[in-house]
T-cell receptor
Framework: EPEVTQTPSHQVTQMGQEVILRCVPI?????FYWYRQILGQKVEFLVS????????KSEIFDDQFSVERPDGSNFTLKIRSTKLEDSAMYFC?????????????FGQGTRLTVV | KQEVTQIPAALSVPEGENLVLNCSFT??????LQWFRQDPGKGLTSLLL?????REQTSGRLNASLDKSSGRSTLYIAASQPGDSATYLC??????????????FGQGTTLQVKP
C-alpha cells in the first residue's frame, strides 16, 4: 500500500541552526501539507501546498519556515533558525484531490528536538 | 472559527467491552470528518472517513457516525482488545478553509484496554 515517507525520524539540533525535514508524498497525490504536534497538544496545521505554491498557511508558519518541492517527488520543510519552541513532532500529509471522499494520508513524523 | 473537541480525554476499559469515543465541532460547514489512530510517538493512521452527506461508515469492529447538524461524531469500537490501546483523533475538513484540504484536529482520546 502506498505510504507517505518522512526522514529523518528524529533530529536533534542546536538553537539557531537550520533544519530541513523531508517527505516523499504518495506518488499520484496533488496536495501536500505539513502539520506539527507539540508534546501533549493538538495536531496543528502549518501549511498546504499545491501546484508548486503555498495555498494556505497558518499563523505559526512565519518567515522562519519555508516549503519546497524541489524535484517532483520530495516535499521539504525548512526552519531557518530554530528556536526551543520549535521542538515538536512534524507530520507530512498528502491528499489525492479535494473531493469529499478523499482521505488524508500522514507520514510517521519527524521528532525535532531543539537544544 | 472551527473548533474540534474530544471527550473524554482518556478512557480505560476491560478487554471485550464495547465503547464510544466522542467528537464535536462548532461549525457544521464541513466537507468530511476523518478518524485517526496514533500510537505513542508514532504517526497518524487513518481509520475511517465520513463525507458530510453520509451518516456512518464501518470498517471491521469500528463504526463512525456523523450528525452534521448537531456537530457531532462518534467512533464505536466493538469488542475492544488490548491492541486497540492508542490515542484516537478526529479531524474535520472545514468548508471555510477555501478547500485547501487542511484538517482541524481535536485533542484526542487516549484509550487503554486492559487484558
Amino acid at each position: 500500500e502506498p505510504e507517505v515517507t518522512q526522514t529523518p525520524s528524529h533530529q536533534v539540533t542546536q538553537m539557531g541552526q537550520e533544519v530541513i525535514l523531508r517527505c516523499v508524498p504518495i506518488s499520484n497525490h496533488l496536495y501536500f501539507y505539513w502539520y506539527r504536534q507539540i508534546l501533549g497538544q493538538k495536531v496543528e496545521f502549518l501549511v498546504s501546498f499545491y501546484n508548486n505554491e503555498i495555498s494556505e498557511k497558518s499563523e505559526i508558519f512565519d518567515d522562519q519556515f519555508s516549503v519546497e518541492r524541489p524535484d517532483g517527488s520530495n516535499f521539504t520543510l525548512k526552519i531557518r533558525s530554530t528556536k526551543l519552541e520549535d521542538s515538536a513532532m512534524y507530520f507530512c500529509a498528502s491528499v489525492r484531490d479535494r473531493g469529499m471522499n478523499t482521505e488524508a494520508f500522514f507520514g510517521q513524523g519527524t521528532r525535532l528536538t531543539v537544544v | 472559527k472551527q473548533e474540534v473537541t474530544q471527550i473524554p480525554a482518556a478512557l480505560s476499559v476491560p478487554e471485550g467491552e464495547n465503547l464510544v469515543l466522542n467528537c464535536s465541532f462548532t461549525d457544521s460547514a464541513i466537507y468530511n470528518l476523518q478518524w485517526f489512530r496514533q500510537d505513542p510517538g508514532k504517526g497518524l493512521t487513518s481509520l475511517l472517513l465520513i463525507q458530510s452527506s453520509q451518516r456512518e461508515q464501518t470498517s471491521g469492529r469500528l463504526n463512525a457516525s456523523l450528525d452534521k447538524s448537531s456537530g457531532r461524531s462518534t467512533l464505536y469500537i466493538a469488542a475492544s482488545q488490548p491492541g486497540d490501546s492508542a490515542t484516537y483523533l478526529c479531524a474535520v475538513r472545514h468548508l471555510g478553509s477555501g478547500n485547501t484540504g487542511k484538517l482541524i484536529f481535536g485533542q484526542g482520546t487516549t484509550l487503554q484496554v486492559k487484558p
